[in-house]
């Protein structure tokens, strides 16, 4: 699906080194990490980028060991998260931000704006995301088992009324 969409070097990191795999396509580093999964993937993301590379984390997938809490990983995963300073970052030539919308609930006009500039550019065409299943309010239990267990491709969405066919 990826290769499909114009991705030219696909990784999956279910079962792939991508660490590996990224230094083979580009050995000097990479400009930009995103990452969503957090933990010990953080700091392998940071150690990829190159000099003025930016590392961007929005998530903690990691925290999720399966369809129950696991407070010992969770703990864990916590406890060994990675972490930076500024007298670290200054000689690396490094950035590194994040971003939580959970903690945005009092900046409601940036967030409106951002959203108003996203569904502008999803009605031109330039955003298409690809929808894995589309689950009714009364199965989200099977719909979040699914995201757990990491069988979808693409966005789960949730909508009010009868099954459709997935």
Same mark, same amino acid.
């Not at 079962?15 to 993937?41: A, F, H, Q, R």
């Given at each position: 699906?990826?290769?499909?969409?114009?991705?030219?070097?696909?990784?999956?990191y279910?079962?792939?080194d991508?660490?590996?795999?990224?230094k083979?396509?580009?050995?000097?580093?990479?400009?930009?990490?995103?990452?969503?999964?957090?933990?010990?993937?953080?700091a392998?993301?940071?150690?990829l980028?190159?000099?003025m590379?930016?590392?961007?984390?929005?998530?903690?997938?990691?925290?999720v060991?399966?369809?129950?809490?696991?407070?010992?990983?969770?703990?864990?995963?916590?406890w060994n998260?990675?972490?930076?300073?500024?007298l670290q970052?200054?000689?690396?030539?490094?950035?590194?931000?994040g971003?939580?919308?959970?903690?945005l609930?009092?900046?409601? =006009?940036? &967030?409106s704006g951002?959203?108003?500039r996203?569904?502008?550019?999803? $009605?031109? %065409?330039? !955003?298409?995301?690809h929808?894995?299943?589309?689950?009714?309010? =009364?199965? &989200?239990a099977?719909?979040m088992?699914?995201?757990?267990?990491?069988? $979808?491709? %693409?966005? !789960?969405i949730?909508?009010p009324?009868?099954?459709?066919e997935?």
């Amino acid at each position: 699906m990826l290769k499909e969409n114009g991705i030219t070097y696909p990784i999956d990191y279910h079962t792939t080194d991508y660490v590996e795999e990224v230094k083979k396509i580009s050995p000097k580093g990479v400009n930009i990490v995103m990452d969503p999964l957090g933990g010990p993937d953080t700091a392998k993301g940071y150690n990829l980028l190159k000099p003025m590379g930016k590392l961007i984390t929005y998530g903690m997938a990691n925290l999720v060991s399966g369809p129950k809490r696991n407070l010992m990983t969770i703990a864990r995963i916590w406890w060994n998260q990675f972490s930076v300073t500024a007298l670290q970052l200054l000689p690396a030539n490094r950035a590194v931000c994040g971003y939580h919308l959970g903690y945005l609930d009092s900046e409601m =006009e940036l &967030v409106s704006g951002v959203v108003t500039r996203l569904v502008a550019l999803y $009605n031109q %065409g330039h !955003i298409k995301p690809h929808i894995d299943s589309v689950w009714p309010f =009364e199965k &989200v239990a099977d719909a979040m088992r699914q995201m757990q267990e990491k069988k $979808n491709v %693409g966005k !789960i969405i949730l909508v009010p009324g009868p099954e459709k066919e997935n």
